[in-house]
């Protein structure tokens, strides 16, 4: 008789860490008194990477001029660490911004400070590229040779001619930063006891691009938020606490099952038809998914494997999915 797979439970570090980085996001999404401040220790001295990807999605969402002069005291640190974690936040703020905070910098600041100030600036691409240029006068050599390598990187790189693509656009390629734009009836996504965060993660990353209604997320709900890229300050994330409640919504919603696993009665996923309103229902990495949804569900479907493997990682097989279902449409709609 078929067991549904357990769900473990967060040992007590995971726990502590993800009631810390959902604190730093209601803190961040509240806009309470002193929320960057709060945020960018969070982000500088926290080793736990899940508040720290919190803190540093959350500092992109806030004025960009609050935040540089927030993380400016890190860069001018004697703390190597400190720097190292400043100069690596830095690039994803405003870069008009950066520059000009960073520029009394080059001038005053002590040789450790430069030097993490031109790592940035090179991070920042061609608005810093004044800047660089001044940096190649710095008395220290180093620091000459390091403006020059970030000039020439700088140089190497494909011209924008004008055109700047989504994924320079910050937050991490988003292109707005009040409201998402609406979303038209047309699938989601359910992720099922998922083991690693950073595949979860990175399935809310593929389903936000897709244009995803939701994700639906059942039993481990524990991902790590910088592989969303943070998608998901913008898509719906749900979490349910067993099959039955997603089935159940799924229901009232008015989805079909569509369940991604290899079996006898799985079809590839480029030859069958779809339904026009599909949740991807896909399961845990090593168990699957529980027999409920196999048994629910309108559709079985698989990604054929042609290597020596016997599968593919479990968020790319559901964005391949995803995008399969996307074409599906559209040859649906050019009929």
């Known amino acids: 008789m ?29 806009r309470a008194p002193g929320w960057i401040g709060r945020t960018v220790d969070v982000a500088l001295n926290t080793n736990h990477g899940f508040p720290r990807g919190e803190a540093r ?43 000009r905070q960073l520029d009394p910098i080059l001038e005053s600041g002590e040789r450790n400070s430069r030097r993490a100030a031109c790592v940035a ?7 810093a590229s004044a800047l660089l240029e001044r940096l190649t006068d710095d008395p220290d050599g180093a620091i000459r040779n390091r403006a020059r390598r970030a000039l020439d990187a700088i140089a190497a790189r494909p011209p924008e001619n004008g055109n700047r693509s989504l994924s320079d656009v910050r937050p991490f390629g988003l292109p707005y930063r009040d409201e998402p734009p609406p979303r038209p009836q047309s699938f989601a996504v359910a992720a099922f ?33 910088p592989s969303t890229k943070g998608t998901d300050w913008w898509l719906p994330v749900e979490t349910f606490d067993s099959a039955d409640d997603c089935l159940a919504r799924a229901v009232e919603e008015g989805f079909e099952i569509v369940a991604l696993q290899q079996g006898p009665t799985a079809q590839p996923v480029w030859e069958t038809e779809w339904p026009e309103r599909p949740l991807i229902v896909a399961g ?30 479990v968020a790319v097989a559901t964005s391949v999915a995803m995008y399969a279902f996307r074409g599906w449409q559209a040859r649906q709609q050019q009929r």
């Open 193 to 225: 006891n998922f083991s690693y965060g950073v595949n979860l993660g990175t399935l809310v990353r593929s389903a936000e691009a897709a244009g995803a209604e939701a994700v639906w997320i059942i039993g481990r709900d524990f991902y790590y938020r």
């Open 57 to 99: 999605l959350a500092l992109q969402l806030g004025p960009a001029e609050e935040v540089v002069a927030a993380l400016l005291p890190a860069l001018l640190s004697a703390n190597k660490r400190m720097r190292r974690r400043s100069m690596t936040l830095l690039p994803r703020l405003d870069p008009d911004e950066v520059c």
């Open 2 to 30: 078929y067991k549904s797979p357990t769900i473990p439970d967060l040992n007590s570090e995971e726990q502590a860490a993800h009631e810390a980085g959902l604190a730093v996001r209601a803190d961040a999404e509240a």
């Open 121 to 127: 600036l090179a991070a920042i691409g061609s608005p």
């Open 284 to 313: 845990n990495e090593g168990d699957g998914l529980p027999t409920s949804f196999l048994d629910a569900a309108a559709l079985q479907l698989e990604l054929p494997v042609f290597g020596e493997i016997d599968s593919l990682n």
